[in-house]
Each structure stands twice: as C-alpha cells, then as structure tokens.
C-alpha cells in the first residue's frame, strides 16, 4: 500500500466528507510529505518546531504547517511567521507569548485552544474553570494578535470506543456551549479538531471538523 493509497481509503472511509485531513507527519521524511503532497495533501501537521523548522524550507510554499504538539513559549518565535494553526495551546501564557510574537511581526496567528477531555493525568490542555476563567479575563479581550478559531482535543487512549465517544462528546457539547458566550471578535469558533488514525470516525461521528492522521497514512512511527 502506497501513501496515495492510505490516502485514498481514509477519505473514502470519512463519516464526514468535509472535514479536514491533516496530514500527521512528525519522524517522517521529506520524500513521504512529498508523496502525499503529490495526491493532494495540502495540510501537514508536526508536533516539534525544530522538525518544522527543518521540513518548511524544503517544500512547497502552499503547505499549511499545523503544530500540534506542546509548545513551549520560548519556541514560539520560530514558528510564528509561518505557521497555519497552532492546535495545541494549553495555556493562557503561552497565549500571550503568541499575540507577542503576532504582534512583533505583524501577523494575526491562528490558534485553537487544547482542552483536556481524557481520563489520564498525562494529556496537556485546559481544564473547562480554567478555559472559562480565562474567556472572562480582562487580559484576554486586549489580545490582538491571534485569532482563536476553535478547540482540539485527544481522547484517552484507550480501546473503548464508549469511553472515546464520551470524551469528544464531552468536547463539542463544550464548543456549543461557548460559542454562545458573549467573545471578542477575534475568537471565530469553527473548527474542533479531534481524532488521530484509531479514532477519527467517531470523532467526525461526535461533529470533528479536522482530524489529525499520522500511522494510518505513513505507517507506524519508530519513536514519537
Ligand atoms: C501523533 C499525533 C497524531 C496522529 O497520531 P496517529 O495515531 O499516528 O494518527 C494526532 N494528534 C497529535 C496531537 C499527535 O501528536
């Protein structure tokens, strides 16, 4: 089975033919990103900005780049000129060192906000006092360089598919629930990226906009 083919099976295989496909692929070489550039990914996510730094110069310029790893705020900088979304801002200080870094260079970076939605201790991301604590901050209406576009989410990893389906359920009852807060103009809900190879049908199942695909179309990581 080539890339193309991969390819090919997990869009037939959608729940739901509009949502995104991004193209997972940390640890992978450049000649696979461009095999799968070839059957028309446009979208790549990566989830270390030094291996985004390294991969964005040697391909062509109409990829979207998406981190989706943890970031830190001293990292920010490298990434802010030309990446497409940043999935997995996990807190309001790494936020602000967005908009710093936006504002710097002049550039509105889009965001979606990580919330924590499974069981295991381990998973980054917001918890919903915390998300809602800082959506009401004074601090938080003054950004003016991001533009937050949704939320993102990753079920625990576990074979459940019940347990699966609750997380993100749990995720986009939250996305309803705040779009109908009273925002800035910059927050701009639409996305909710959730589901990664084992689990992307039910998230599209559950109202995933994005889903993030790795193994399932470059095969298995070594390491990562
Ligand atoms: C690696 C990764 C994925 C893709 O995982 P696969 O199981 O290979 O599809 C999705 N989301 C995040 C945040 C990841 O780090």
């Known amino acids: 089975m080539t890339i193309a ?44 900005v030094q291996e985004l730094q390294a991969k964005e110069p040697q391909l062509p310029k109409d990829i979207r780049w998406h981190m989706i790893g943890h970031l830190q705020r001293n990292k920010v900088k ?22 710093k870094q936006g504002e710097k260079i002049d550039r509105k970076i889009s965001v979606l906000l990580q919330i924590h939605i499974a069981e295991e201790e381990s998973k980054f991301g917001f918890d919903i006092s915390e998300l809602e604590e800082m959506l009401d901050s004074e601090e938080f209406k003054k950004l003016s360089h991001v533009t937050v576009k949704g939320l993102m989410g ?4 576990t074979s459940n598919q019940d347990q699966i389906r609750k997380e993100f359920k749990r995720l986009k009852a939250l996305f309803e629930e705040i779009k109908n807060k009273e925002l800035p103009d910059f927050v701009q809900l639409t996305e909710l990226s959730m589901g990664m190879s084992s689990d992307y049908q039910v998230a599209q199942e559950e109202g995933s906009t994005m889903v993030r695909i790795g193994s399932s179309i470059f095969g298995a990581r070594n390491y990562n």
């Open 78 to 99: 490298y990434i802010a000129p030309f990446i497409y979304l940043i999935h997995s801002v996990d807190s309001f200080k790494l936020l602000k060192e967005i908009n």
């Open 154 to 157: 990753m079920a625990t990893l």
């Open 5 to 48: 083919d991969n390819l090919k099976d997990i869009k037939s295989s959608f729940h739901n033919p509009t949502c995104l496909l991004i193209a997972v692929s940390k640890t992978k070489p450049i000649e696979n990103l461009l095999e799968a550039y070839g059957a028309g990914v446009r979208d790549f996510g990566e989830n270390k």
